[in-house]
């Protein structure tokens, strides 16, 4: 049975030491916010990650969820309980709006929460993700009653949420959807049509289901342009607010997948549903990208969070397992072979998974203070900054770190050799869940062309010339820091890559959009690639100035020789990738599709 332990200390360390959590302090919304409260409840949410998310992950991937002849579904035995526990201890309101009935508490630490949600157990931590996203959907695009309607159950986690994009002829095109809503006449609509992979679309684990779906109003424009949003409810509600009549929208089927077998992924059936408009008519999409950047932030959380669990039972695994000498003699005299841990092709990819989990995390929690920053500073020009930085960084969060945490999760189940590909040790479960990651919310291809293409180049690029700058001024500052100049050197370096990549793409790209769209990915990964090292370089002046000050605590020497890792071995990958770019589209569209 693997094991997981959450990884507190470098949580800390990033809170407290590195990216300033108490800067938020300062603000009304968390005034009552510090850090012993922060560890209080990080040292709680560990506890609930452990002992009872992570014994429920094994069981989640053998049992599956049960669609029953009613339409009903039951979730493997144990998630209702540990939802009903998640709901008590108020988990699912930690960092929700105290208007509502929320905590009130900082996204920052939220994020912390939820990494460690979805590395003891990614297929439940979607129930309470997906509702977390609809709530903000909701907050940005409902009426004042919808939001006193539902947001209270929603965040005490009495109602669960659900996002309702995608149908079988239409994913990533959603100007393609169906759907239909017809006015009741009364300001409500019948909502009819087919959704496919809903995840969370039907599950015995909270008395509501709040779907959030994208339907086309009767007599709307084609294309994306006529796409409108409704809350539909699994069952409408009574004159008091609670739970009564029975909607037409059911489940229909549950697929059979790869992995994350512990979510209900549906096929959801709106046959004449009732449903409520969000936000204007035909402006839909807007409301639901609230939902979608959410999601992309919890998917790219996903792929650090199962490749943190893999690197930890690889590490234990690689101390344990004996086999071969060491190439510079035996390290264990007294018994017939070394760990694995001796030979530096092992060390390869537990380093690289380790120096890529901790950047993750960094770059991760470091987007969400932004976040945090966007919403209650209440000074506008930082807000700007907040919202720039947000719409750079998602598709490199959702994309570049998911992308890279397929290749992790894989290099840590390499470790196992057969036994990773048997189910026994349990790696083969957090590759196989973790590769949905790479898939929805956007596909990586996807996230990456949304970076080239919009991203970039919104308002004159503004947000990359200001990350630009802010580097550049942290690079000035830090320059005479010769014990970490390999770091300074790196960050240097990768900031003038990405910023010959970027002004390849703007001259070829808009000659030929096909330049553009066969160096996006390659792009999203010079720019996590970047902001990884922004991260290390980060990390390095601290963790230096400690040891400066004579601190014997191993934890920054460690950071240091893992933080040089990446420097000198995972950042170099920069210029395979600019190579690539500058190659244009030429070699990738040259063959005839009939050739293939
Ligand atoms: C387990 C699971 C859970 C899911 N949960 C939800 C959910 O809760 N709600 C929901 O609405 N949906 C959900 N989805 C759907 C998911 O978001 C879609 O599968 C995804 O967005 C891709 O759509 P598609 O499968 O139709 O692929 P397509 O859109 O057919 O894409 C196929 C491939 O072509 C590429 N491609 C498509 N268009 C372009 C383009 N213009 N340029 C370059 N490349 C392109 C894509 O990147 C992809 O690699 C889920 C899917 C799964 C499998």
Same mark, same amino acid.
């Given at each position: 049975?693997?094991?997981?332990k959450?990884?507190v200390?470098?949580?800390?360390?990033?809170?407290?030491?590195?990216?300033?959590?108490?800067d938020?302090t300062?603000?009304d919304?968390?005034?009552?916010?510090?850090?012993?409260?922060?560890?209080?409840?990080?040292?709680?949410?560990?506890?609930f990650?452990?002992e009872?998310?992570?014994?429920?992950?094994?069981?989640?991937?053998?049992?599956g969820?049960?669609? @029953?002849?009613d339409?009903s579904?039951?979730?493997?035995?144990?998630f209702k309980?540990?939802?009903?526990?998640m709901?008590?201890?108020?988990?699912?309101s930690?960092?929700?709006?105290p208007?509502?009935?929320?905590?009130?508490?900082?996204g920052m630490?939220q994020?912390?929460?939820s990494?460690?949600?979805t590395?003891?157990?990614m297929?439940?931590?979607m129930?309470?993700?997906?509702?977390g996203?609809?709530?903000?959907?909701i907050?940005?695009?409902?009426?004042?009653?919808?939001?006193?309607?539902?947001l209270?159950?929603?965040?005490?986690g009495e109602?669960?949420?659900?996002?309702?994009?995608?149908?079988?002829?239409?994913?990533?095109?959603?100007?393609?959807l169906?759907?239909?809503?017809?006015?009741n006449?009364?300001?409500?609509?019948?909502?009819s049509?087919q959704?496919?992979?809903?995840?969370?679309?039907?599950?015995?684990?909270?008395?509501?289901?709040?779907?959030?779906?994208?339907?086309?109003?009767?007599g709307?424009p084609?294309?994306?342009?006529?796409?409108?949003?409704f809350?539909?409810?699994?069952?409408?509600?009574?004159e008091?607010?609670?739970?009564?009549?029975?909607?037409?929208?059911?489940?229909?089927s549950?697929?059979e997948?790869?992995?994350?077998h512990?979510?209900?992924?549906c096929v959801?059936?709106?046959?004449?549903?009732?449903?409520y408009?969000i936000?204007?008519?035909?402006k839909g999409?807007?409301?639901?990208?609230?939902?979608?950047?959410?999601?992309?932030?919890?998917?790219?959380?996903?792929?650090?969070?199962q490749?943190?669990?893999?690197?930890?039972?690889?590490?234990?695994y690689?101390?344990?397992?004996?086999?071969?000498?060491?190439l510079?003699g035996?390290?264990n005299?007294?018994?017939?072979a070394?760990?694995?841990?001796?030979?530096?092709?092992?060390?390869r990819?537990?380093?690289?998974?380790?120096?890529f989990n901790?950047?993750?995390?960094?770059l991760?929690?470091?987007?969400?203070?932004?976040?945090d920053?966007e919403?209650?500073?209440?000074?506008?020009k930082?807000a700007?900054k907040?919202?720039d930085?947000?719409?750079?960084?998602?598709?490199?969060?959702?994309?570049y770190?998911?992308?890279?945490?397929?290749?992790t999760?894989?290099?840590?189940?390499?470790?196992f050799g057969?036994?990773?590909?048997?189910?026994?040790?349990?790696?083969?479960?957090?590759?196989?869940?973790n590769?949905i990651?790479?898939?929805?919310?956007?596909?990586?291809g996807?996230?990456?062309l949304?970076?080239?293409?919009?991203?970039?180049a919104?308002?004159?690029?503004?947000?990359?010339?200001t990350l630009?700058?802010?580097?550049?001024a942290?690079?000035a500052?830090?320059?005479?820091n010769?014990?970490?100049?390999?770091?300074?050197?790196?960050?240097?370096?990768?900031?003038?890559?990405?910023?010959?990549?970027?002004m390849?793409l703007?001259q070829?790209?808009m000659?030929d959009?096909?330049n553009?769209?066969?160096?996006?990915?390659?792009?999203m990964?010079?720019l996590?690639?970047?902001?990884?090292?922004?991260m290390?370089?980060k990390?390095a002046?601290?963790?230096?100035?400690k040891?400066d000050?004579?601190?014997?605590?191993?934890f920054?020497?460690?950071?240091?020789i893992t933080?040089?890792?990446?420097?000198?071995?995972?950042?170099?990958?920069?210029?395979? @990738?600019?190579?690539?770019i500058?190659?244009g589209?030429?070699?990738v569209?040259?063959?005839e599709?009939a050739?293939?």
């Open positions: 049975m693997p094991s997981y959450a990884p200390r470098d949580m800390q360390f990033l809170l407290h030491e590195v990216l300033g959590f108490e938020l300062k603000y919304a968390f005034s009552e916010v510090d850090a012993d409260l922060a560890d209080a409840v990080l040292e709680q949410a560990s506890k990650a452990e009872v998310l992570t014994p429920l992950n094994v069981v989640g991937d053998h049992e969820c049960t669609r @029953h002849a339409g579904v039951t979730t493997p035995t144990g309980d540990a939802y009903k526990q709901t008590e201890n108020g988990w699912t930690l960092s929700m709006d208007e509502y009935g929320g905590q009130g508490m900082p630490l994020i912390a929460a990494e460690m949600w590395s003891s157990n297929a439940f931590a129930y309470p993700g997906l509702t996203g609809a709530i903000k959907a907050q940005v695009g409902g009426t004042p009653e919808q939001k006193q309607t539902y209270p159950k929603m965040m005490s109602w669960t949420g659900t996002m309702n994009l995608t149908e079988p002829h239409c994913g990533t095109d959603l100007g393609m169906k759907t239909k809503a017809v006015p006449g009364d300001g409500t609509y019948k909502i049509g959704k496919i992979f809903i995840s969370a679309g039907e599950h015995d684990m909270a008395d509501n289901i709040v779907h959030l779906v994208l339907a086309r109003i009767e709307a084609a294309g994306t342009k006529g796409i409108s949003l809350i539909v409810p699994k069952f409408k509600l009574d008091n607010g609670n739970p009564g009549e029975r909607n037409p929208v059911s489940c229909g549950i697929e997948k790869m992995g994350i512990g979510n209900s992924t959801m059936n709106y046959d004449e549903a009732e449903g408009l936000g204007d008519e035909n999409l807007r409301v639901m990208f609230v939902m979608m950047n959410e999601a992309r932030i919890g998917v790219g959380l996903q792929g650090l969070g490749s943190e669990v893999a690197y930890q039972n690889a590490a234990i690689a101390k344990d397992r004996i086999q071969g000498r060491a510079t035996p390290q005299a007294d018994k017939q070394d760990p694995i841990i001796v030979h530096p092709d092992v060390r990819m537990l380093m690289e998974t380790k120096a901790e950047a993750g995390r960094a991760l929690y470091w987007a969400s203070k932004h976040e920053m919403k209650h500073s209440g000074d506008e930082l700007e907040c919202d930085y947000l719409g750079l960084l998602t598709p490199v969060v959702k994309g770190l998911t992308d890279m945490s397929m290749k999760t894989i290099d840590c189940q390499q470790i057969g036994h990773g590909f048997v189910e026994e040790w349990g790696m083969s479960q957090f590759v196989r869940d590769r990651a790479l898939i929805y919310e956007g596909a990586n996807i996230q990456a949304d970076l080239v293409g919009r991203k970039l919104r308002n004159g690029g503004r947000a990359l010339m630009n700058q802010e580097i550049a942290f690079l500052e830090n320059k005479d010769e014990s970490i100049s390999e770091f300074m050197d790196g960050l240097g370096g990768a900031q003038k890559k990405l910023t010959e990549a970027t390849w703007m070829n790209g000659s959009p096909n553009a769209g066969a160096g996006s990915v390659d792009y990964h010079m996590g690639l970047a902001t990884l090292a922004y290390w370089a990390m002046v601290v963790a230096q100035a040891i000050e004579g601190s014997n605590d191993q920054y020497p460690n950071k240091i933080g040089r890792y990446f420097m000198l071995r995972m950042l170099p990958m920069l210029d395979s @990738h600019l190579a690539k500058k190659t589209a030429e070699p569209m040259a063959l599709a050739a293939f």
